[in-house]
Nanobody, 125 residues
Framework: QVQLVESGGGLVQAGGSLRLSCAAS????????MGWFRQTPGKEREFVTA????????YYADSVKGRFTISRDNAKNTLYLQMNSLKPEDTAVYYC??????????????????WGQGTQVTVSS
């Protein structure tokens, strides 16, 4: 049974930082491109960032480029998202995702194979 469990969400002031983690189990972690999506009420889930199987390739949505950093630890089957310079518009539920697509960029346009349950990030102004 595949499980993706996010943690690290919370409330932070604008300009602050948070680090999200996603612990993966039940799947061969290094066979999957991993990524983060986010969703606010009434809107579709949107792509944030993805990382290649080895961790050597990354891809970011323009809205977070330069502020967010995705990384993975294949020895620990864990995905991370370092979020700096947070803005109120970053407020959302953040979801970890796993995909068998070939590249990190492809994750932005192809539905992932697995999703986590989500973690709430709230940025106050």
């Amino acid at each position: 049974q595949v499980q993706l469990v996010e943690s690290g969400g919370g409330l932070v002031q604008a300009g602050g930082s948070l680090r999200l983690s996603c612990a993966a189990s039940g799947l061969p972690f290094t066979n999957y491109v991993m990524g983060w999506f986010r969703q606010t009420p009434g809107k579709e889930r949107e792509f944030v960032t993805a990382i290649s199987r080895s961790g050597g390739g990354t891809y970011y949505a323009d809205s977070v480029k330069g502020r967010f950093t995705i990384s993975r630890d294949n020895a620990k089957n864990t995905l991370y998202l370092q979020m700096n310079s947070l803005k109120p518009e970053d407020t959302a539920v953040y979801y970890c995702a796993a995909s068998v697509v070939i590249t990190a960029q492809a994750m932005g346009v192809n539905p992932p194979d697995y999703w986590g349950q989500g973690t709430q990030v709230t940025v106050s102004s």
